[in-house]
């Protein structure tokens, strides 16, 4: 044994030719996982310097003891990290390429049998070897910049002179996986194989390259070496790169524009000024607030995985589901439940809404095919898995029913009590209601501790989220068995409690109230839209509520004024703007007229144009004509939906600031790189954020009002997040 850690072991390994060849694996000690955290780093540089000691070795093979590789560097250290300032940022990132050009520098050729994934820091590490051997199923990547930052320990150097500066834009500025194939064919690595011949490759491209069949000296000085590109080239690989990643990434992301500056800067350069340029871009970006804030809803990702993950262990198993209700949403839920391996019923009254439900599904599987994801054939088996049905006939061996009728009380309590009464004693039912009480809904049933609610997002296919309603009766396993369904169609299943709107809409409807008061007030829906897309937000509040339906949100809005009706009466309560958009059939993308009117692309998507008769009719529901500031109109929207997220955390609707959070990330596109509705408080600071609700509430009313708790709160300095997740 040349070297022995918690994480990292180095021993020798003869192969048949005799060469002394040093096997060095990570193996960390109680993870499932290996990761590169402080620690690691640690052991792996001493156990660098104990193979640089050790006297006859003729070649290293790195590899992992655990179905991964490396999935990077560990996460949960960066804000501790990185609240220690940009120098010391820097001196952690010069050290780890001290060890990683260590490792490209030893007097004989290395390589990396990569087994499985090899993210981040992971992949930084193969690419500081002198070969890399993937087994089929691995993938490799550059994913910082999905947090804000760029590779900081070699990737925007050595990536480049392997595979051209084009792809290595490509892959670390979208911050993609990729898989074995696709690396082999970019020259990323050198050869693909099946897992069970992964080390037996790798012993035998280092054999070869000790015989001197193999060049292994040529490739570390093209590695080190200054890219050789001339000016046509440069401004095809850089120039052009950089208008298209600023537009696709948007002016809140800096890190995708800041990876082709750094690549542009370090290509002259050989590789220790090229690093140092990397090193210097890396700190930088990591003091940002979008920096911080990609890397908080990171960790919050990983509570809400974990809280799911001891969810899924009290559940049954889901072999077969069925929903009720065809038509889109139907659809849409059959065929995410058949394309992530759950066959499932679509039922109906209606054998046309049957036909919509299918066709719906139809349409996202072509979809599929058609950006090659999927084949003819695969497309044609996973339809199979949807098993359309006008009968009870096959309910008896169904593991968990779906209802998505009319939202309806009686309705969908009617519904839920007939398919109890066709399905067994321990089948979960679950209501896809977005405001109804699942408590109340629970009155009709012989079982209601088999019953929840599931909530899932418009568009079914593209949205992540689903609430998982917990109501007055819900039992444990029906809770467990619908949070390990959810995840198994693909989605992020959050937990919470009955109440009106749940989480989501609860949070939602105070920000459509505050856009209804401005627009009552005299300020132009279209600026608004604006101001708040400029924010962050995928679309400004008029044209979300052209997507979402105006009867859906006159619904709804009456909803929450009946069970919030000290806060919540603008939204359906009164003649305001929505309603009278209601009132003139005007209801959004569904009839291609709302606040905007909508025409239909070249590929039938529906866009938005200015409609001089919404403007008109705007005009009648104004009863001040004041003008606003940016920031004035970000406040009075902002505030009261941050607020309820507040009161949503005290009453226990959901239980920790990470899943309220990662909800309204997931669930209505909060802006990512503000981190959450909490976050965003604590970014401004408790004391600040009271103030500035005071000063609302003052003018507005009890929407804009802080609770006392908020209040204790921000006298006492605290905040939603631990001392070392704030900024």
């Known amino acids: 044994m040349i070297y022995q850690g918690n994480a990292i072991k180095v021993e020798d390994v003869i192969v048949d030719g005799g060469e002394g060849i040093a096997r060095l694996t990570f193996d960390l000690a109680g993870e499932s996982i290996n990761k590169l955290s402080s620690a690691v780093v640690g052991e792996l540089d001493a156990a660098v310097k104990a193979i640089q000691s050790e006297k006859g070795l003729k070649g290293l093979v790195i590899g992992s003891a655990k179905d991964v590789f490396i999935v990077g560097a ?53 690419l500081a070897t002198d070969f890399r051997v993937m087994a089929e199923s691995a993938r490799v990547g550059l994913p910082e910049t999905r947090l804000g930052l760029l590779p900081g320990w070699g990737g925007c150097v050595r990536l480049p002179r392997l595979i051209g500066a084009d792809n290595a834009i490509e892959w670390i500025a979208g911050g993609t996986e990729n898989s074995a194939d696709t690396a082999l064919e970019m020259n990323a690595v050198d050869a693909v194989v099946p897992a069970v011949k992964l080390e037996a490759a790798a012993l035998d491209l280092l054999s070869r390259a000790i015989r001197g069949e193999l060049d292994y000296r040529t490739r570390r000085a093209e590695k080190s070496s ?13 120039e052009t790169a950089k208008g298209y990643v600023a537009g696709k990434a948007g002016p809140h992301y800096p890190a995708p524009v800041e990876v082709i500056k750094v690549i542009q800067k370090g290509s002259g350069e050989a590789r220790g000024r090229a690093q140092a340029i990397e090193t210097t871009a890396f700190a930088r970006l990591a003091m940002t607030e979008t920096c911080y804030h990609l890397v908080g ?11 799911a993950g001891n969810h899924a262990k009290q559940a049954r198993p889901v072999s077969q589901a069925a929903v009720l209700g065809a038509g889109i949403m139907g659809g849409g839920i059959a065929y995410q439940s058949a394309s992530k391996g759950t066959p499932i019923l679509m039922k109906d009254i209606k054998a046309e809404a049957i036909e919509l439900g299918l066709k719906e599904a139809r349409k996202l599987f072509a979809k599929q095919v058609e950006r090659g994801k999927l084949s003819s054939e695969g497309m044609a088996e996973k339809l199979t898995k949807i098993r359309p049905t006008l009968s009870y006939e ?162 709804a809005g009456e909803v929450m004024a009946e069970a919030y009706p000290d806060r919540m009466g603008g939204v359906g309560g009164n003649k305001g703007v929505i309603q009278v958009m209601v009132d003139n059939d005007r209801l959004g993308q569904k009839n291609t007229r ?12 529906p866009v938005k144009v200015i409609d001089e008769a919404a403007i008109d009719l705007v005009k009648g529901v104004v009863t001040s004509h004041k003008t606003y500031s940016d920031e004035s109109i970000i406040s009075r929207m902002m505030v009261p939906l941050c607020l309820e997220a507040v009161r949503c955390l005290e009453d226990g609707i959901v239980e920790t600031p990470a899943e309220a959070d990662m909800a309204l990330v997931y669930g209505i596109g909060f802006p990512p ?33 802080p609770t006392e708790n908020l209040r204790r709160m921000a006298e006492a300095n605290e905040s939603f997040y631990s001392a070392v997740d704030r900024h």
């Open 594 to 605: 709302g606040f905007y009117a909508y025409e239909e692309d070249r590929k039938g998507k």
């Open 74 to 126: 560990d996460i949960t250290e960066f804000h501790g990290l990185f609240e220690k300032g940009g120098q010391h940022i820097e001196e952690m990132l010069e050290r780890t390429h001290g060890i990683f050009n260590a490792i490209e520098d030893l007097p004989f050729p290395t390589c990396t049998a990569i087994n499985g994934l090899a993210l981040g820091g992971g992949f930084e590490l193969a």
């Open 226 to 238: 200054p890219l050789r590109l001339n000016p046509i080239e440069q401004m095809m690989a850089f």
């Open 297 to 307: 809803l990171f960790l919050n990702d990983q509570v809400v995985k974990k809280k």
């Open 394 to 555: 096959d309910f008896g061996n169904v593991d968990l029913v779906v209802e998505a009728v009319v939202e309806n009380l009686g309705i969908k309590q009617n519904a839920l009590s007939e398919v109890e009464g066709q399905v067994g004693e321990d089948t979960i039912l679950t209501s896809n209601t977005s405001t109804i009480s699942i408590t109340r809904l629970a009155e009709s049933l012989k079982r209601p501790e088999n019953f929840c609610g599931m909530h899932f997002f418009n568009p079914v296919h593209r949205m992540p989220l689903v609430e998982v309603i917990r109501g007055g009766t819900s039992g444990d396993t029906a809770v467990a068995t619908t949070v390990a369904y959810a995840r198994v169609m693909g989605k992020t299943p959050i937990v919470v409690k009955d109440c009106p709107g749940f989480l989501v809409n609860r949070v939602l409807f105070p920000y459509l109230d505050g856009f209804s008061r401005l627009v009552a007030q005299g300020a132009d829906f279209r600026h608004v839209d604006k101001v708040m897309e400029a924010f962050g937000w995928p679309m400004g509040p008029a044209y979300l509520l052209d997507v979402v339906g105006m009867d859906t949100a006159v619904h």
């Open 673 to 705: 790189f503000r981190g959450g509705a909490l976050r965003y408080i604590d970014t401004m600071g408790l004391a600040a954020f009271v103030d500035l609700a005071e000063g609302l509430a003052d003018e507005l009313g009890p929407l804009y009002a």
